[in-house]
């Protein structure tokens, strides 16, 4: 997804994250603010969770993702959730159902996404398409505003790097 976002395009050869990978890429909000977003793409494997406790701390927002044609991987959301706000309770997270160009082959009920929105307090969710691009700018840019939003930023703190974390889960 990141790929997709930062460079625009799909790679079909996508590898694992080992550990952590960064992304950087400046952008201009439709309120005319310019941001520079530093994006940090964890492996959701568990022998790379040794990363996170130092990684999370600092994050202004985060993504939490899950493969709709694979239950096992939203079961997992609620681990991820205090994980990324272990600093913070309140973090902002978009929640993004991953690979809903494959409907056909989804796993995951509106409800039960609902309902786990509901529970954590989710600030958003997109579904998204890293195949086809669906909605993958609108989610990002929709995360941004709740940051900017959510962290009060004035017009001048909003050139800082705006630290998003970035949760893939890939099991």
């Not at 991987?73 to 993004?96: A, E, S």
């Not at 159902?97 to 309902?115: G, I, M, N, P, W």
């Not at 930023?153 to 890939?170: E, G, H, M, P, V």
Request: net charge neutral; charged share 25%.
């Amino acid at each position: 997804m990141l790929h997709r976002y930062i460079e625009g395009k799909f790679s079909f050869d996508t590898k694992m994250t080992i550990g952590v990978e960064i992304f950087h890429k400046i952008v201009t909000l439709k309120n005319g603010y310019t941001c520079s977003l530093q994006f940090w793409d964890f492996g959701g494997q568990e022998r790379f969770r040794f990363f996170l406790d130092n990684l999370v701390r600092g994050a202004m927002g985060a993504f939490l993702m899950y493969d709709t044609t694979d239950r096992y991987t939203f079961d997992n959301l609620p681990k991820w959730v205090d994980i990324v706000r272990k600093y913070d309770p309140t973090l902002p997270i978009v929640l993004l159902r991953a690979k809903c160009d494959l409907t056909e082959k989804a796993e995951v009920s509106d409800e039960s996404t609902k309902e786990f929105m509901e529970l954590c307090k989710i600030s958003g969710f997109y579904r998204v398409s890293s195949k086809t691009g669906y909605n993958i700018n609108e989610a990002f840019e929709a995360l941004t505003n709740i940051i900017v939003d959510y962290q009060k930023f004035d017009s001048f703190a909003l050139y800082s790097i705006l630290r998003l974390t970035s949760i893939i889960l890939r099991m």
